[in-house]
């Protein structure tokens, strides 16, 4: 059962997240200011800074949500006899690749300004602490499980960049490269015997 507290910082983080978001889509995020965002969620803007460092990372929050929650409880929650492997690689396909999140209008004003693609390419980091108790659950090593959860969140930045990669061709305007579940299985199609072995020792 989450806390009274807990609940209060989720309620302000979810507030700031959609009104960054909200901003940038009627504003531009260039013209969204810190200030604007604290004040559109009811908070002062210290108490934005204890939650989102940028703008950008608070536009880019409120795309990617709790994913990281969900892709630690998904891998915790795949039955033992899928395979630690086939566990994470399905759980990172399925909260990247969900039909409903993010937003086409969200997704295609953080794939078209630099700082919301490397923003959006770098909250991949994010699934690592997470991700390193789910695996720890299920391999037992805690120096193993952190060592592969943090190569995971690396294959997922990887594979993001390559889908949100710009294209001169296009005039800096970003084109898809390919499938983004293909892009993400074949990024972490390396680390698959990594992670059997760590479970089956």
């Not at 994470?88 to 396909?93: F, G, L």
């Not at 909260?95 to 993010?102: G, H, N, S």
């Not at 602490?129 to 720890?136: D, G, K, N, R």
């Amino acid at each position: 059962m989450t806390g009274l507290r807990e609940q209060k910082k989720q309620a302000t983080r979810e507030a700031l997240r959609a009104a960054a978001l909200r901003l940038a889509l009627e504003r531009g995020p260039d013209n969204v200011r810190v200030d604007d965002i604290a004040e559109a969620a009811g908070v002062s803007p210290r108490t934005y800074n204890n939650y989102f460092s940028s703008r950008e990372q608070a536009i880019v929050a409120a795309v990617t949500g709790e994913r990281e929650a969900r892709v630690a409880a998904a891998v915790a929650g795949r039955a033992d006899g899928a395979g630690l492997a086939g566990a994470v690689i399905e759980a990172i396909v399925e909260q990247y690749t969900a039909p409903a999140e993010p937003a086409r209008d969200a997704l295609l004003l953080i794939t078209t300004r630099p700082a919301l693609r490397d923003a959006y390419v770098e909250a991949a980091s994010a699934i690592e602490h997470p991700l390193t108790e789910a695996i720890a659950d299920r391999a037992g090593d805690p120096l193993t499980a952190r060592v592969l959860a943090a190569s995971v969140a690396a294959a997922v930045r990887v594979a993001l960049g390559q889908w949100l990669r710009a294209t001169p061709t296009t005039g800096g305007l970003v084109v898809s490269s390919g499938s983004l579940p293909d892009l993400l299985r074949a990024a972490l199609a390396p680390l698959a015997p990594a992670l059997d072995a760590a479970e089956s020792q």
